[in-house]
């Protein structure tokens, strides 16, 4: 268990690290901000005793050469004051980029970083990132993923000018990778990579929005198909949701498809809860998760981690509609009537008591004020 002080905490990257974190049960990071930086005082009060830093702020669009001088201005920024830190922090954790040194002002300055943050004469793990993608992620700022992602969204199909091959990574790997955990069934700290071309991946989310219109779950036969299919469901959350379910009438009663999978694995179990009673209080970082009420009425509440809003669906038996978890939202089921409660829950994947990707967290807890991340 390491103590963390993190810059570009705000960030899509920033936020995937600190939920990691959180998932760990490591303490929370200390936070050093791009107003922290223009002090060396302040830089040095945050680092002090820390075990690592990671420096992932940065700046990745505007003016090539406003992009690589702020790049270069902040990380000696933070280097003095790490210098000047009275317990200097261990060791340094760097996101670097894969784009390093390849001749453009970016690609330059995010090598010149690394040998800025070798002077403050700490080890530096200096990680070559590629392109990352994920939940949170900012559509035209963060990643082509994202981008995709929210033009299927919002109902328009995304635009492929050229096609070239990405190597993409989930941002949960690549924060597993930086804050030095060893890999586990929901992360994976070797950042296994998804090569794949542009126009290929706009084909693959496209037939996977199409078939979630109407809440049917498209094949989810590997890792990174599973985690794109998250990526683009966080692009769907609340909007979609609640999904009115079709019913099928006729003198023996109703009918009602809950869950249509094309293809792969699956659990589905049903629940009775008492009235008042709650069900969740939980996140996942990878399950896809589905409640759908068939008796009684209910409110699943919902907060993204780290965040502090609560959003709620007030959904019942008599219309029974789906809501699908988002990952990395705590998430929980009251039974707000004053009958029985008849719930139906399905996930993509075997209950598995060794590796449950379910991390207990209340919905409505007394956290810290978080930073803000960005997406």
């Not at 690394?114 to 004469?121: F, T, Y």
């Not at 700290?189 to 794949?196: E, H, V």
């Not at 008796?295 to 609560?310: H, K, N, Q």
């Not at 409660?341 to 008591?353: A, G, H, I, M, S």
Request: hydrophobic fraction near 40%; include cysteine.
């Amino acid at each position: 268990m390491l103590r963390l002080a993190v810059t570009g905490a705000g960030g899509f990257l920033g936020w995937h690290v600190r939920v990691l974190l959180r998932t760990l049960g490591w303490p929370e990071p200390v936070v050093v901000t791009r107003h922290d930086l223009t002090d060396p005082t302040a830089v040095a009060a945050k680092v002090t005793g820390v075990d690592r830093v990671l420096h992932l702020a940065g700046i990745n669009r505007g003016d090539p050469t406003e992009v690589a001088s702020g790049n270069l201005r902040i990380a000696r920024q933070l280097v003095a004051g790490m210098r000047a830190a009275d317990a200097p922090p261990k060791a340094i954790g760097y996101a670097n980029s894969v784009q390093a040194g390849n001749g453009t002002p970016y690609g330059d300055a995010k090598a010149e970083v690394s040998a800025i943050l070798a002077e403050a004469g700490l080890p530096v793990d200096d990680v070559l990132l590629p392109n990352l993608y994920g939940e949170g992620g900012r559509a035209h700022y963060n990643s082509v993923v994202a981008t995709f992602c929210r033009v299927l969204a919002d109902g328009g199909r995304p635009d492929v000018h050229g096609d070239r091959e990405l190597s993409l990574v989930h941002a949960t790997d690549a924060a597993a990778r930086l804050v030095g955990t060893a890999t586990d069934g929901s992360w994976d700290a070797t950042m296994p990579a998804l090569d794949i071309g542009v126009r290929e991946l706009a084909t693959r989310l496209a037939e996977m929005a199409a078939s979630y219109r109407t809440g049917e779950i498209p094949p989810l036969t590997d890792r990174h198909t599973v985690r794109l299919f998250n990526t683009y469901r966080a692009h769907c959350f609340p909007a979609h949701y609640p999904l009115v379910l079709p019913r099928r009438a006729d003198a023996r009663g109703v009918l009602v498809e809950t869950v249509k999978v094309h293809g792969g694995a699956g659990q589905t179990f049903c629940s009775t809860t008492r009235p008042g009673a709650t069900r969740g209080e939980h996140y996942h970082l990878a399950k896809v998760e589905r409640f759908v009420v068939l008796r009684g009425s209910a409110e699943i509440s919902l907060r993204r981690v780290g965040g502090t809003e609560v959003v709620r669906f007030q959904v019942g038996g008599t219309e029974p509609a789906l809501v699908d978890m988002p990952t990395m939202w705590v998430h929980k089921l009251v039974n707000t009537g004053s009958d029985e409660l008849v719930t139906l829950f399905w996930t993509n994947e075997l209950f598995d008591p060794v590796r449950p990707d379910t991390w207990p967290e209340p919905v409505e807890a007394s956290i810290p004020r978080p930073v803000a991340a960005v997406g």
